[in-house]
């Protein structure tokens, strides 16, 4: 995500934390000589995996930062170093401009996808553990799959429903957990992960069409500049609260821009034009046990049995509303 998203899963199909700024564009695979195909694997398989471990270790960056800098000026600096990262990127590759058409789709997802979800997501993980706030953003797929049932007219399978049906189960189980005696902050912790995947879901199905006509890259560095411009206003709390932080918050917020935001992306990109996919989505969901993992290590946070419980629901969830039996609708 790309922002880190989640598993990627389908809006049609669509990824799970679809590939940051979509498939669309990118999906066709590579053709490679017979000599090359093995290196070609392995490369694709070395810039998943880094994907996937940057994807994941963003929740461990967004709770260590979080301790320093709040939600609004954490998002501010995240998305202004991605955009440049990104920015250079672009520069260097020369993707061409978007059409004035389809600029108001491309301001809507970055005011959702890197305005909205990083200020709820960064407000969730004062709330709640990395492991826990990774585990609840994976709903994001299922949360897809409905809008785009809804607005893009793809319908309701039903393994769709049946997935919902778990991963709702999961959220609730979550917020009802308690953490160090306090459930109500879980539970609030939990709606506001709720609220982020709900933001990146619904820019993902705006962002859609939009990619048979402009690069994933191209959208994904339009966005991040519209969301880093959405938080403007919390420059003046950026520059007060970095002011007075060590530096390893600092560095956590310049490592979740350069790295989960735009290294990321460009390596996902990489990965999706050598391999299909559907099967490189499926590595996404690796990313909340290495984020429960790195959480442990880094931080020295687990999720509590409850929270892991509800957890492993809502990706339980996720993995059954990609199953293809029946395509009756609901």
Known sequence: ????????????????????????????????????????????SAAAGTTVVLWASAFVGIRAAGRALEPGPLALARLLVGSLVLGAIVAVRRDPFPARRD??????????????????????????????????????????????????????????????????????VIGLSSSGGNGGSVGWGALLCFAAALAYATAVVIQKPLLA????????FLACTVGAVACLPF???????????????VAWAVYLGALP???????????????????????????????????????????????????????????VSRLRFGRGTG
Request: with cysteine; hydrophobic share 55%.
């Open 235 to 249: 420059a003046p709390a950026l520059v007060r609260e970095a002011g007075r932080a060590h530096a390893s918050p």
């Open 1 to 44: 995500m790309t922002t880190e998203p989640a598993a990627p899963t389908s809006t049609g199909p669509s990824p799970g934390a679809v590939p940051p700024a979509g498939t669309a564009a990118t999906a066709a695979v590579a053709p490679t000589a017979p000599g090359s195909a093995r290196k070609q694997a392995l490369l694709a």
């Open 103 to 172: 600029l108001p789709g491309i301001v809507a997802c970055g005011v959702l996808w890197f305005g909205i979800y990083n200020v709820a997501l960064n407000a969730a993980e004062r709330l709640v553990d990395a492991g826990t706030a990774a585990m609840l953003v994976g709903v994001g797929p299922i949360l897809m799959a409905l809008l785009a049932g809804l607005l893009l007219k793809e319908g309701f399978p039903r393994p769709l429903m049946l997935g919902m049906l778990l991963s709702f189960g999961g959220l609730v």
């Open 213 to 220: 006509r402009v690069s994933a890259l191209q959208i994904t």
């Open 261 to 319: 935001t735009a290294v990321a992306f460009t390596t996902w990109a990489y990965a999706l034009a050598r391999t299909s996919a559907g099967r490189l989505g499926v590595t996404t969901y690796l990313v909340p046990p290495i984020s429960v993992l790195l959480g442990w290590l880094v931080l020295g946070e687990v999720p509590g049995w409850i929270a892991l419980v509800g957890g492993v629901l809502c990706l339980a969830g996720v993995a």
